[in-house]
């Protein structure tokens, strides 16, 4: 195939890595010249993903439409804020039935739609998948054994990602379960700023274990709710990414957490951290669905406390820890 890759984070370039060596025709776009000139220099992101070689076949460009021209299928690597603008931008270059695989995680903000919710609006004409897991880019760049799960409400669309992906290190399932794929993949950024967080505050696995357990918990409740499905948060994008970004020394969610247990604002560790920490940017909007549809979730309320309204992070785990008793499942009853 003849791919584009927009955006050439330390994501779309270990996924240009992947897709090159599968021998598809590669070609990178990014806003950034700086970072264009870089790559044709250096053959490699030196800042975001240095030491993974690209191959002298891949092209790069900041011309969008250039990038778009005769393409195949079109990989969005772009950070969540800036899909809508990317795919507004790009939407007159792509044909009728391209087929797009946004890898981007997150919620927007402001309308509370699911990326491929945001694709779909602006580039009405293209087939939308969607592809996620438990899949650090410096770990598919060096390709160590990784596996991901493609979402397509088409059958034949979420085999043909498949196939294009797919590689002796890169294992890729399939699904059609979209609402929960790209659920998982937003909300597990927050309960990963959760995990960060009492990791700077000096808690230990216990605690840890409690927050990806009941993270686990309020992303399937709110999933469900919103029409996933159970199976989904159990799987690569629920469970899987959550437990690799709440304890990877990768996860720049957990480090920009572990900053503000220090005692760092969001912003502070933001810019300390160099990279878009996702999670801060999803979980104004998670909480909104969850008020949106009567789902509890403590944790992504208390995160949000700590992000925007200066709540003490050590005052929040107390107040997490100390609720009022109830079930573990509410679904569990007894018999007397």
């Avoid at 990317?86 to 009728?96: G, N, Q, R, V, Y």
């Avoid at 503000?260 to 909480?287: I, P």
Wanted: hydrophobic residues 40%; aromatic residues 6%; negative net charge.
């Amino acid at each position: 195939m003849k791919i584009c890759v927009l955006g050439a984070g330390s994501w779309g370039i270990a996924l240009t890595k992947l897709l090159a060596t599968n021998n598809h025709e590669l070609t990178v776009w990014s806003i950034d010249p700086e970072e264009i000139s870089m790559l044709k220099e250096f053959g490699q992101h030196t800042l975001k993903l240095p030491g993974v070689m690209l191959p002298g076949t891949v092209e790069y460009t900041t011309d969008i439409e250039i990038a778009l021209k005769d393409k195949d299928l079109i990989v969005m690597a772009v950070p969540s804020p800036f899909v809508r603008g990317t795919a507004k931008k790009a939407s007159e270059f792509i044909e009728k039935d391209k087929i797009i695989v946004n890898v981007a995680k997150g919620i927007e903000e402001d309308s509370l739609k699911r990326l491929s919710e945001v694709i779909a609006e602006e580039i009405p004409q293209a087939r939308i998948a969607v592809l996620s897991g438990p899949s650090h880019a410096e770990e598919v760049g060096k390709c160590l054994p990784t596996t991901v799960v493609v979402g397509a409400a088409d059958k034949g669309l979420a085999k043909t990602v498949q196939d294009t992906f797919m590689s002796d290190f890169f294992r890729v399932y399939t699904s059609p379960d979209m609402i929960g794929i790209e659920l998982g993949g937003a909300i597990k950024n927050v309960i990963a700023l959760a995990a960060g967080i009492a990791d700077g505050l000096g808690c230990g696995d216990n605690t840890k274990a409690a927050l990806i357990t009941r993270g686990i918990y309020e992303m399937t409740s709110l999933g469900v709710a919103m029409g996933g499905k159970p199976e989904t948060f159990s799987g690569l994008s629920g469970t899987g990414d959550l437990i690799v970004t709440c304890a990877s020394k990768h996860s720049r969610n957990r480090k920009a957490g572990f900053l503000m247990g220090q005692g760092k604002t969001y912003q502070e560790a933001m810019d300390e951290v160099k990279m878009v920490v996702e999670g801060v940017y999803s979980a104004k909007a998670a909480l909104s669905l969850a008020n949106k549809y009567d789902v509890e979730m403590p944790i992504v309320e208390y995160v949000n406390k700590i992000l925007f309204e200066d709540y003490s992070a050590k005052d929040a785990l107390h107040d997490l820890i100390t609720r009022d008793r109830k079930k573990e499942a509410s679904t569990l009853t007894w018999s007397n």
